[in-house]
DNA sequence: AAACGCGCCAACCGCGTAGTA
DNA sequence: GTACTACGCGGTTGGCGCGTT
């Protein structure tokens, strides 16, 4: 499993859910010599979630609030690592989450986030109010796949089928199919469409002959200089700033959701 | 009714990134 | 600049439930 090179891209647009800037002084600890283990492994419980773990995990997050998830299993008196903890929180416990079937518009907002952004869930999950990164890659995986295969589309490229493979042909030089044509159906997981759109510096956009209608939101604001942020290009109104504000890196766009009520007022 | 296969999804794993000392 | 840590992300896996045989 190669990692990708957009992690930098991933934080550089980081939607506007993520917690704040990071305070780690809660949680810190002494430097010590080599990287301690994320948890005590031996004297932590791992698969599912018992409801009264749930509810001690929830009743700590209403009392002190998010973060500090390292601090939090033994502060809350759960048997779980850290990881663990913010997993459950963020995928199944959070308040704001929706739980249910996807909507057809739900289903076609995905498509279309995944044409441009590729497996980036948690991009596309910060454009879905209440789904969470992990429901929409199931969902992906689960569904939408086998939706755009029916409809003769590569899930990976966004592309008709033949026209992909016609393309990859072409990208390796040689009139012989992908070495691994199937290496998009072990789970979406590929790193494909990933790979496609995380060389964004020096590809071409993916899919240039889609035109992509991504309106979110409020008709998309005229783009401020030639650039284009990510927002304008999901007909968002554009907030991105250049060396701008809080977390916003110098010379870059950051990435921000829509505005919610009373966001940011 | 039992066995089997498959799909779904919650949870885990490992790595990259960003913040701090 | 370096070392270290916590966090967040994407990929992967394991178990459960349901449908079929």
């Known amino acids: 499993m190669p990692r990708d090179s957009t992690r930098s891209l991933g934080a550089a647009l980081r939607p506007l859910s993520s917690p704040p800037p990071r305070v780690y002084r809660c949680c810190r600890q002494p430097a010590a010599m080599g990287r301690s283990p994320c948890c005590e492994k031996a004297h932590t419980n791992k698969g599912a979630w018992t409801k009264e773990e749930d509810e001690r995990l929830v009743s700590y997050i209403r009392a002190h ?17 850290g990881k663990s ?5 963020m995928n199944y416990l959070r308040p704001d989450l929706k739980r249910g079937n996807f909507t057809d518009a739900e289903d076609e907002l995905i498509i279309r986030l995944h044409a441009l952004l ?9 454009q879905l109010p209440g789904r969470t990164d992990n429901e929409i890659k199931n ?12 409809r003769g589309i590569d899930p990976q490229t966004h592309r008709p089928v033949g026209a992909a493979a016609a393309a990859t042909a072409a990208v390796l030089g040689t009139g012989a199919p992908a070495a691994k044509p199937e290496s998009s159906d072990d789970g979406g997981n590929s790193s ?17 002959d889609l035109n992509l209608d991504l309106s979110v939101g409020p008709p998309p604001a005229p783009a401020p200089t030639p650039s284009v942020c990510l927002c304008y290009r ?5 907030r991105c700033q250049r060396g701008g504000g809080p977390g916003v890196q110098q010379g870059t766009f950051g990435y921000l959701r829509p505005l919610e009520q009373g966001q940011y007022t």
């Open 65 to 81: 609030g998010e973060g500090c998830w390292r601090a939090l299993p033994k502060a809350a008196g759960l048997l779980r690592c």
């Open 118 to 126: 590729g497996n980036k869930w948690s991009l596309i999950a910060g």
């Open 139 to 150: 969902y992906w995986n689960t569904h939408i796949k086998r939706k755009l295969m029916a």
């Open 234 to 238: 999901l007909g968002q109104a554009c």
């Open 85 to 89: 903890c913010r997993l459950r929180w």
């Open 192 to 208: 494909g469409a990933s790979a496609s759109a995380s060389a964004g510096t020096t590809e071409e956009p993916r899919c240039p």
